[in-house]
């Protein structure tokens, strides 16, 4: 558990900025990762995974530069068993199919949800393009860090989550995952063992390595944009969702979406194993 003073050097961590080259083969080994191109016929999502008319996903935006990893690399003590709580994305201009790219990050909020409760890390970083400067995303990420709570620190502000409609959704998207989803997926950058070594994934109780969470984000990106922007990646401007379960690579995943105006409200669940909830309070907004 950490205690008061690691929490003091918390505050006081500069998460270091990072800089990042991106080919045209990370952009179409990122869009295969996430489950593009499973229909090599459909011109579609041929656009993100062929060379001819290449297009970014949205979502790729998470791994361009990522705040990844620095809780645990912060030396402070917190992290240990940390697990990804909510992430979100607001992008400001259409991402480049290649590029050089930096980011700057920051401590946004640490929450003390008290002994045994543990505490909510959250992260804010800004992505540029290298070559011209200009601002593409800002981003958000909360750690929730098991274990770590009752440090003395802040009780809150507690961001309430978004609600979602209690009525049936109006559009459904199943998208199958591949059984080797995970081993693709980490070659976009996350390369922690919990999504490819079965016996590391045993020691943290799961029977097999499971998908990364940023994974089941971008499938959730791709029912997006497949069922209301009809594969126009400049129409989805953000999404923001809280991770509530781990999926298994192999799994079908269903997107449930309900319409406001241009904010869509959704959330992914796995039918097999009785609709359980992996992505939840889902709120994205469409041009």
Not at 11 to 27: F, G, H, K, V
Not at 116 to 121: E, Q
Not at 134 to 140: C, R
Request: hydrophobic content about 40%.
């Amino acid at each position: 558990m950490a205690d008061h003073e690691s929490y003091l050097r918390l505050l006081n961590y500069s998460i270091p900025d990072r800089e990042q080259t991106w080919a045209i083969r990370d952009t179409i080994l990122y869009a295969l990762g996430v489950g593009l191109g499973a229909d090599p016929l459909d011109m579609k999502q041929l656009y993100f995974v062929y060379e001819g008319e290449l297009r970014a996903l949205p979502t790729m935006i998470a791994v361009l530069c990522p705040a990844q990893g620095w809780v645990r690399k912060s030396g402070t003590g917190f992290g240990a068993r940390g697990v990804a709580g909510e992430f979100g994305f607001t992008l400001h201009r259409p991402i480049p199919v290649q590029g050089e790219f930096f980011s700057k990050s920051k401590l946004v909020s640490v929450i003390d949800k008290g002994p045994g409760k543990g505490a909510l890390l959250t992260a804010g970083w800004k992505v540029y393009d290298k070559g011209t400067g200009e601002l593409l995303a800002s981003l958000a990420s909360t750690t929730f860090c098991r274990g770590d709570g009752g440090f003395g620190g802040p009780k809150g502000p507690v961001k309430t989550p978004h609600s979602l409609p209690v009525t049936e959704p109006q559009f459904v998207c199943d998208l199958p995952t591949i059984p080797q989803a995970a081993l693709v997926y980490r070659l976009s950058g996350d390369l922690n063992i919990l999504h490819a070594d079965p016996e590391s994934a045993k020691r943290v109780g799961f029977s097999r390595p499971i998908l990364h969470g940023l994974c089941t984000f971008g499938v959730a990106g791709h029912a997006l944009l497949r069922t209301l922007c009809d594969y126009d990646p400049s129409r989805l401007k953000s999404m923001q969702v809280r991770f509530s379960a781990p999926v298994y690579p192999g799994e079908l995943l269903r997107t449930e979406m309900w319409i406001n105006g241009a904010n869509i409200s959704f959330r992914t669940v796995v039918p097999e194993r009785d609709n359980l909830v992996v992505l939840d309070n889902g709120i994205a907004v469409i041009a």
